[in-house]
């Protein structure tokens, strides 16, 4: 049985305080543990995935987070899907909101309202990106249209 890693830990400690529940920590563990422990360190690393998945349902900056993560996969920012992938688009990611996001600092230490406008942000790239893109492919399609007809352009 291989116990919670060390950022697993910090992880729910970090929740629960953020969710203003830390007082509840023992009774949770012990909850998720079946009982077990009500030491988050003895918790194994699949109750501490469960724990984690279960807090950050209802810490609304989690999920914000998440969903930054997922813009920016969509947006082409990051990508790949290994854990080495996940390691690299965490560090890649950070960077880039700290150089060009509309909020410059750390992603896990922003406040709500701070996430807000950065998802507000990523929403726009993708947006922006998406038009792009339709623009390419109606520039080609009537170039590929004019060379049908044989007409040149201008």
């Known amino acids: 049985m291989q116990t919670a890693t060390k950022p697993q830990i910090a992880k729910i400690h970090v929740l629960l305080n953020n969710l203003d529940i830390a007082d509840q920590k023992a009774e949770m563990v012990y909850n998720v543990s079946n009982g ?3 030491s988050s360190k003895e918790l194994t690393i699949d109750e501490a995935r469960i724990l984690i998945t279960f807090l950050a349902e209802y810490d609304p900056r989690e999920k914000l987070k998440g969903l ?40 896990n230490s922003m406040n709500y309202s701070e996430l807000v406008k ?5 929403e726009a790239i993708l ?8 623009n390419k492919l109606a520039d080609k399609a009537v170039k590929s249209l004019m060379n049908e007809l044989n007409l040149q352009t201008l």
């Open 118 to 122: 950065v998802h507000r942000q990523f």
């Open 127 to 134: 947006k922006s990106n998406q038009k792009s893109s339709d």
């Open 68 to 107: 930054i993560f997922s813009l920016a996969y969509k947006a082409g920012i990051i990508y790949g899907d290994t854990p080495d992938d996940k390691k690299m688009n965490a560090a890649k990611l950070i960077q880039f909101i700290k150089e060009r996001g509309s909020v410059k600092k750390n992603l």
């Open 36 to 38: 077990r422990t009500e």
